[in-house]
C-alpha cells in the first residue's frame, strides 16, 4: 500500500471505534476517540467530518456547551468555507444560547442568518433572534421584522407557531390592527385553539387594538 493509505488506517480504525462508542452511547470515550482520529487523519475531507461529529456529539449528547462551542468554532477557523460551514455557525449560536449568553447567541444567529440560504434553519435563527431580544427588554416593534421575515420564510411547525403568537400580540400591544389580523388568519389555521389568538381576537373585536 502506498505510505498515505498505510497512515489512513489508525484514523479510520479510530474513527469506527467512535463510531461504535457512539452507539453504546459512551459520549465521553467517543469524543476522545474523535479527537484521536482527527489527530491521526491526513485527508482534509475526513478531517472536517471528524471534527464536526465531536462538535456534535458535545452539543447534543454531552450538553458540553463550551466543548462544542470551542469545536466548532476550530471547526470555523480551519475549514472555512466546508461544506459544515453554515451549519456550525448554527451550533455556535445554539451552544451560546444553551449557556444563557444572550449576546452571543444572538450576534451568531445573526451571523448564521446574514450568510445562510432561505431555509428553515434561518427562519429559526431569525426567530431565535426575536425571542432573545424580547426577553432582553427590547421592544416589539424592534423585533417584529425578525418574526415577520422568519414567518416570509419555511419556519418548522413549532417554530412557526411561537413567531406567529410573538408578532400577533406584539402588533396587537402597539395597535397595528392591519398587521395583527393578517398574522391572526395564519395562527388560526395553523393552532385554532391558541390562546393567544382567542385573547387577540377578542382585543380586536372589542377595538383594543386600533
Given at each position: 500500500?502506498?505510505?498515505?493509505?498505510?497512515?489512513?488506517?489508525?484514523?479510520?480504525?479510530?474513527?469506527?471505534?467512535?463510531?461504535?462508542?457512539?452507539?453504546?452511547?459512551?459520549?465521553?470515550?467517543?469524543?476522545?476517540?474523535?479527537?484521536?482520529?482527527?489527530?491521526?487523519?491526513?485527508?482534509?475531507?475526513?478531517?472536517?467530518?471528524?471534527?464536526?461529529?465531536?462538535?456534535?456529539?458535545?452539543?447534543?449528547?454531552?450538553?458540553?456547551?463550551?466543548?462544542?462551542?470551542?469545536?466548532?468554532?476550530?471547526?470555523?477557523?480551519?475549514?472555512?468555507?466546508?461544506?459544515?460551514y453554515d451549519e456550525a455557525t448554527y451550533h455556535v449560536a445554539e451552544a451560546r444560547?444553551?449557556?444563557?449568553?444572550?449576546?452571543?447567541?444572538?450576534?451568531?444567529?445573526?451571523?448564521?442568518?446574514?450568510?445562510?440560504?432561505?431555509?428553515?434553519?434561518?427562519?429559526?435563527?431569525?426567530?431565535?433572534?426575536?425571542?432573545?431580544?424580547?426577553?432582553?427588554?427590547?421592544?416589539?416593534?424592534?423585533?417584529?421584522?425578525?418574526?415577520?421575515?422568519?414567518?416570509?420564510?419555511?419556519?418548522?411547525?413549532d417554530i412557526e407557531r411561537k413567531a406567529l403568537r410573538s408578532i400577533v400580540s406584539?402588533?396587537?400591544?402597539?395597535?397595528?390592527?392591519?398587521?395583527?389580523?393578517?398574522?391572526?388568519?395564519?395562527?388560526?389555521?395553523?393552532?385554532?385553539?391558541?390562546?393567544?389568538?382567542?385573547?387577540?381576537?377578542?382585543?380586536?373585536?372589542?377595538?383594543?387594538?386600533?
Open positions: 500500500p502506498a505510505p498515505a493509505d498505510a497512515a489512513a488506517r489508525p484514523a479510520d480504525e479510530d474513527k469506527a471505534k467512535a463510531d461504535s462508542l457512539l452507539r453504546e452511547k459512551k459520549y465521553g470515550e467517543a469524543v476522545a476517540m474523535l479527537t484521536k482520529a482527527y489527530d491521526a487523519q491526513k485527508e482534509r475531507g475526513h478531517r472536517e467530518e471528524i471534527l464536526f461529529k465531536r462538535g456534535q456529539v458535545e452539543l447534543f449528547n454531552l450538553r458540553d456547551y463550551d466543548a462544542a462551542a470551542a469545536t466548532f468554532n476550530e471547526y470555523l477557523a480551519v475549514f472555512r468555507g466546508g461544506k459544515f444560547f444553551q449557556k444563557g449568553d444572550t449576546k452571543g447567541a444572538v450576534e451568531w444567529f445573526e451571523r448564521y442568518a446574514a450568510a445562510s440560504a432561505d431555509d428553515s434553519r434561518k427562519a429559526s435563527a431569525l426567530y431565535n433572534i426575536a425571542a432573545l431580544k424580547m426577553k432582553g427588554g427590547a421592544p416589539c416593534g424592534d423585533t417584529a421584522p425578525y418574526l415577520s421575515n422568519a414567518l416570509a420564510l419555511k419556519p418548522p411547525p406584539c402588533f396587537v400591544s402597539i395597535g397595528r390592527r392591519d398587521d395583527a389580523a393578517k398574522y391572526l388568519e395564519r395562527l388560526e389555521v395553523l393552532s385554532p385553539d391558541d390562546d393567544v389568538l382567542k385573547g387577540a381576537k377578542e382585543l380586536l373585536k372589542g377595538g383594543g387594538a386600533r
